[in-house]
């Protein structure tokens, strides 16, 4: 467990049950109103009165809370796409007694999983990964083989729902991780946190200066932050500026078959305290691309049967990844207090 916060952590058990909406006057003792109360009432109609303040206050005091409470988390999940949505998931679901938080670059978390290949809506998912599917409540057509989920937003949006109901996972979206914090270990250097900063003050340090970051203290960090980009594959690169690994792998041509099992079976601590999931991975190890890309030429294979990038594997690497992070935390726990 990390050292004790100034504000105690979430301890109750983890409810995916949907909690009754809070509407407004609910505490100040006013009627709580149903949607039927004001159908055809709309000339009558008033919403509950507000001072600004109170809205910046209601906001502000919640976030600095949770700035204070995860500054030191217990594991830090660097990237809100499939992968990393599916590791918080279960991470949060199986261990109610960690904190766990998700730094997002992006305003709009979801990663590439709001649509599927060449931006049509269906995402396809291959056997087994359909089980995740059911776990999390998201209904699909049984194709034989694999699965297909009527738009790639409904699992996004589905998973992101669950996840963000865990009262001991934040998100921290419109937040980029802009560097790792180190540690020295017997293997070179241990992992123990992230450096962030707002992603569009990151985007602007060649243009401004002293625009310094914040960091957060975790024994475990799990980055699953996506393909080679502007923002992506942050971490491994990290690695390589570091002298920590010599070089990337690269990304390699297309191969479903071949490509979907090495992201999960390789889904790993790459360095002590340092977990790397998902199309990350693919970067480091030189695995195969299984899906389609606007950037890259579709091959004729890709486009027979499975239209599009096959997600399974991003939600399985998830999973491995929350796996991984469980079997090493007590062990990172007990390095990272010292
Ligand atoms: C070139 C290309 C190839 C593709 N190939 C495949 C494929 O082979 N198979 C397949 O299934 N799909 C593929 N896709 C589709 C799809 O992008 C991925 O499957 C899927 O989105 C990868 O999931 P992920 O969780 O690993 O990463 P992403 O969905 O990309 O999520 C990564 C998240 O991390 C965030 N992030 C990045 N850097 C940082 C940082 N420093 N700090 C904080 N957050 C950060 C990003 O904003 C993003 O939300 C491909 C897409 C492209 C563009």
Redesign the pocket.
């Known amino acids: 467990m990390s050292p004790p916060a100034a504000v105690s952590p979430p301890q109750q058990v983890a409810s995916l049950a949907t909690p009754a909406p809070k509407l407004a006057g609910s505490k100040g003792g006013s009627k709580t109103q149903t949607i039927d109360d004001m159908i055809g009432q709309w000339d009558s109609f008033k919403f509950a009165p507000i001072r600004e303040s109170q809205v910046s206050r209601a906001m502000t005091r919640r976030y600095f809370k949770d700035l204070d409470t995860y500054a030191e988390s217990d594991i830090v999940i ?9 590791a918080a998931y279960v991470l949060g679901k199986q261990r109610p007694d960690l904190k766990i938080a998700i ?4 305003v ?6 709001w649509l599927g ?1 060449q931006l049509f809506s269906a995402m396809i998912m291959r056997k087994p990964a359909d089980a995740f599917l059911r776990e999390v409540g998201v209904p699909y057509e049984d194709e034989g083989n694999y699965v297909v989920v009527k738009h790639a937003a409904l699992f996004t949006s589905t998973i992101m729902s669950k996840v963000l109901q865990l009262p001991n996972v934040k998100l921290f979206n419109a ?4 560097d790792l914090i180190t540690r020295p270990s017997d293997e070179g250097v241990r992992i123990s946190g ?1 450096v ?1 900063n707002w ?1 569009l003050v ?1 985007m602007h340090h060649d243009d401004q200066s002293c625009m310094d970051p914040n960091t957060i203290n975790a024994p475990l960090v799990i980055s ?12 491994v690169k990290r690695l390589v500026s570091m002298q920590r690994i010599e070089k990337l792998g690269g ?1 390699r041509g ?1 191969d ?1 078959n071949t ?2 099992e090495a ?1 999960v079976k390789g889904t790993r601590e790459i360095v002590p305290g340092l977990i790397v ?6 970067e480091v190890d030189g695995a ?9 030429q579709l091959s004729a294979s890709a486009t027979n049967e499975t239209p ?7 939600v399985l ?2 999973l491995k990844a929350a796996e991984e992070a469980l079997n090493v935390f007590d062990l990172r726990s007990k390095q990272n207090a010292l």
Do not use: K, Q, W, Y
């Open positions: 660097i990237g809100a796409g499939s992968c990393g949505l599916s730094i997002e670059a992006s709009s978390p979801g990663g590439g999983a290949g937040t980029c991780v802009e992230v962030t992603t990151a699953t932050t996506g393909h080679d980009g502007p923002m992506g594959a942050f971490s990304m297309l479903m490509a979907e992201i999931g998902g199309m990350e991975l693919s195969n691309r299984m899906g389609t890309s606007p950037h890259l599009g990038p096959t997600f399974g594997a991003m690497s998830g």
